[in-house]
Nanobody, 115 residues
Framework: QVQLVESGGGLVQPGGSLRLSCAASGNVFSIKAMGWYRQAPGKQRELVAAVTNSGPTDYADSVKGRFTISRDVAKNTVYLQMNNLKPEDTAVYYC?????????WGQGTQVTVSS
């Protein structure tokens, strides 16, 4: 009942930056938290960053100090600012939205960090 559309992925050189956006639609009033996950080839999906309605955030240790998650509730959009990107950040990034009774996922956007 919540639809998520990611954008902003692409190819970037090491040390560069990207800003991912995730726009939510549908039953948006039910959303309690939103976040970003990523999955690299041959690896399990992992949490990158998450933010709740009350504001607290969580980050994977590997991205602390480089990535920033933010949420614009009025626009039903969550962002992931990624700075100082490294080749190991290469993955498909998925937006996530959690409500009391269900979890929704976007289709993912590819981020490739390579020289």
């Amino acid at each position: 009942q919540v639809q998520l559309v990611e954008s902003g992925g692409g190819l970037v050189q090491p040390g560069g930056s990207l800003r991912l956006s995730c726009a939510a639609s549908g039953n948006v009033f039910s959303i309690k938290a939103m976040g970003w996950y990523r999955q690299a080839p041959g690896k399990q999906r992992e949490l990158v960053a998450a933010v709740t309605n009350s504001g607290p955030t969580d980050y994977a240790d590997s991205v602390k100090g480089r990535f920033t998650i933010s949420r614009d509730v009025a626009k039903n959009t969550v962002y992931l600012q990624m700075n100082n990107l490294k080749p190991e950040d290469t993955a498909v990034y998925y937006c996530n939205a959690a409500s009391t009774f269900r979890v929704s996922w976007g289709q993912g956007t590819q981020v490739t960090v390579s020289s």
